[in-house]
């Protein structure tokens, strides 16, 4: 069965500090993809990222990045020179080819306090 | 820019009243998505669909209901809403089955007195 596990349920960092947020995801399938959403204190959930589990390639998106390693089922993501504004519940998840009843599979998410 | 609306952000009804959430998507997405969140159990799916009077249930379906009969909207029915279903209810939509992304709407806050 599919699973998606991140274990910090909340980080506090000083602007400017970089930070990594853990997710180790379980799936027994081989085509699967995983996938970063922020939800800012409004609510909404914002998508950040999906990769597919085919591409290892490490992602960057301006202070953003994602590190992916299948050898330990991790899907990590950091944010480099924190801002206030990236303050948030970060969730990871995790979808499979053959998913059935269960399309997206959530982590608890990680609440990530950035304080100026 | 995909856009997933839902009707309200805040909703207060009494035990026993009949709720409908409503979601509506502006990206012709084929499947549609009902989860709740809730404070230490994350996001749980309760209903979802792939195509317009097609449903299909998710993790914690009891209690609710859906209706789609327009591919752009999707709604969540409370039959007789009860206490326990106090909670951030949030809609999705995506384009294609299973692996595509899904895009959320607002959320709506709902609290049953």
């Known amino acids: 069965a599919q699973k998606v596990t991140q274990a910090q349920t909340e980080i506090s960092v000083v602007e400017k500090e970089d930070v990594t947020l853990d997710c180790v995801y379980e799936?027994?399938?081989?085509?699967?993809?995983l996938f970063w959403y922020k939800q800012p204190p409004s609510g909404e959930l914002v998508f950040l990222i999906r990769?597919?589990?085919?591409?290892?390639q490490n992602e960057i998106s301006g202070r953003y990045s994602w590190n992916f390693q299948k050898s330990t089922s991790s899907f990590n993501f950091t944010i480099t020179a924190s801002q206030v504004v990236d303050s948030a519940v970060y969730f990871c998840?995790?979808?499979?080819?053959?998913?059935?009843?269960?399309?997206?599979?959530f982590g608890k998410g990680t609440r990530l306090s950035v304080i100026a | 820019d995909v856009k997933v609306t839902q009707s309200s952000r805040y909703l207060v009804k009494r035990t026993g009243e009949k709720v409908f959430l409503e979601c509506v998507q502006d990206?012709?997405?084929?499947?549609m998505f009902w989860y709740r969140q809730d404070p230490g159990l994350g996001l749980r799916l309760i209903y979802f669909?792939?195509?317009?009077?097609?449903?299909e249930k998710g993790d914690i379906p009891e209690g609710y209901s859906v209706s789609r009969e327009k591919k752009e909207r999707f709604s969540l029915i409370l039959e007789s809403a009860s206490t326990n279903q106090t909670s951030m209810y949030l809609c999705?939509?995506?384009?294609?089955?299973?692996?595509?992304?899904?895009?959320f709407g607002p959320g709506t806050r709902l609290t049953v007195l």
């Open positions: 799936t027994r399938d081989t085509t699967y993809y």
């Open positions: 669909s792939y195509d317009v009077k097609m449903k």
């Open positions: 998840a995790l979808s499979e080819a053959n998913s059935g009843n269960t399309p997206l599979v």
């Open positions: 999705a939509s995506s384009r294609d089955r299973d692996t595509d992304t899904q895009y």
């Open positions: 990769r597919n589990s085919f591409d290892e």
């Open positions: 990206m012709d997405h084929e499947n």
